[in-house]
């Protein structure tokens, strides 16, 4: 059981869903590292009066909010000429559209809301929000480092968007820690998360995409400094998102300099997931979540290989937000999605077996040193398949640190490993060398 807080704000209902929860305001969501101001909040009065015991994936915190005042709806201008009716402000990948500051209850720093341009999935124009943190002392003249941000599951939902959450910045781990490492922070929501989808979940380009993207967006925020040093950081399905972005830097970002790529509980391996997601709660939540958006990217059926239930699972996966960092006891698994309500012949039948093997990262190089952490208990991305996925990057060449933690699940992963992580990225801004664990061949 885990508890949550409830308030005016927040309308928990009781939900036979199945899917997960994303409470919109007073998660415990700070870990007890570096963030005490988030640890008294979550132990203080709620508004309500008292701490709420709920089970995870038993209830849901009410429905996903609505868009904030068309914010994240894209600009257009006025059309240059009668030719040109329906003109569109230009949405070059990296192009901010939009900012909107918003108050942060961290101290020293400033954050703003964003909508910039970006490249789909399919090769096509998107915007995507996302938000931008900075320290509001005055930017060195050398610039500000980057720290790219790339959230765990969210849903697939249009107002999943972490950034439309009450207090968007408890979804980044340490933000403190950043400010006063005197880092600007960026990020991204990816595309359909706050504007229209679908949302390219566990899609590799689509995502690297925006999160690189979502650094040039950031360098375009007046008076923050942001420089072109950056690194890249993120958390399950943003740990499949940040190795990505770290393949894709070179060539899609050249004015960028990419300093290291930390990937934590990456998903490596959408193949099995599938296999044996659908026997855990939250893996259910991310199988649906990554079939649902593959078969709109991709316009593959999967009616030869789902079941009529799991297929009425996924085609519900929008309906709601997810917590990434929950835990605690879960509901049952509705009748007829278990372990066989996915054929394995997917993983084997065009184009499911083409979409996998292009959604595997690693099978470029990535543009910068990787650090990649695993919890020890993890039962959505098991530690033989991540140890598996790092041993194919040191066979590769790539400088790799891999740090395991013991006794960690999946959802902690994030905050369990974030001091690490931050440790690792400053010594490559300080142009430390990289340590490698990997053993000689």
């Known amino acids: 059981m885990r508890a949550l807080l409830c308030g005016p704000d ?39 009066g008292a701490l709420v015991a709920l089970a995870l994936f038993a209830v849901r915190c009410g429905p996903p909010p609505s868009r904030r ?31 909107e500051p918003f108050k942060t209850g961290v101290p020293g720093s400033q954050a703003w809301r964003i909508l910039y341009g970006s490249t789909g999935p399919n090769g096509e124009p998107v915007e995507v929000s996302g938000l931008v943190v900075a320290p509001t002392l005055p930017a060195p003249a050398n610039g500000r ?43 991204t929501d990816y595309p359909g998360l706050g504007t229209p989808g679908p949302v390219p979940y566990l899609v590799g380009e689509g995502e690297g995409r925006a999160v690189l993207d979502a650094v040039r967006a950031a360098r375009q925020i007046p008076k923050i400094g942001a420089s072109n040093r950056f690194a890249v950081w993120g958390h399950s399905q943003g740990g499949h998102a940040a190795l990505f972005a770290g393949q ?97 012949s997917i993983s084997t039948s065009p184009p499911w077996n083409r979409l996998l093997d292009e959604n595997r990262p690693g099978r470029s190089p990535s543009s910068a040193p990787l650090y990649v952490a695993q919890g020890t208990d993890d039962a959505i991305v098991p530690a033989s398949v991540t140890a598996d996925f790092v041993a194919g990057l040191c066979r590769s060449g790539a400088t790799v640190r891999y740090e395991t933690f013991p006794g960690t699940g999946h959802a902690r992963a994030g905050r369990t490993s974030a001091t690490a992580a931050i440790q690792w990225m400053k010594a490559r801004f300080d142009g430390d060398p990289a340590p490698s664990t990997c053993p000689p061949f």
């Open 10 to 48: 927040s309308s928990f209902t009781s939900d036979a869903g199945t899917r997960g929860i994303r409470p919109r305001v007073g998660r415990l969501h700070g870990g007890p590292l570096l963030d005490s101001r988030r640890v008294r909040r979550s132990l203080g009065t709620t508004r309500c």
């Open 69 to 99: 005042d068309g914010f994240f709806v894209a600009p257009t201008r006025k059309p240059s000429s009668s030719a040109e009716p329906r003109a569109v402000e230009d949405r070059r990948p990296g192009r901010l559209l939009r900012s």
């Open 145 to 187: 480092n980057v720290v790219a941000w790339a959230h765990p599951t969210a849903g697939v939902g249009e107002s999943c968007a972490p950034s439309m959450l009450k207090d968007p910045l408890d979804a980044i781990p340490h933000v403190p820690t950043l400010m006063v490492l005197d880092a600007v922070v960026v990020a």
């Open 248 to 344: 894709l830097a070179r060539p899609y970002a050249p004015e960028l300099t990419l300093v290291g790529v930390a990937a934590i509980s990456p998903v490596t391996d959408v193949a099995r997931l599938w296999k044996d997601g659908l026997d855990e709660p939250f893996g259910r939540v991310m199988v649906a979540d990554s079939l649902w958006s593959w078969s709109r990217i991709y316009r593959a059926s999967l009616e030869p290989y789902a079941s009529p239930e799991l297929l009425q699972y996924v085609a519900a996966a929008p309906g709601e937000c997810v917590d990434p960092e929950g835990g605690g006891d879960a509901a049952p698994a509705p009748a007829g999605v278990g372990a066989d309500a996915l054929s394995p």
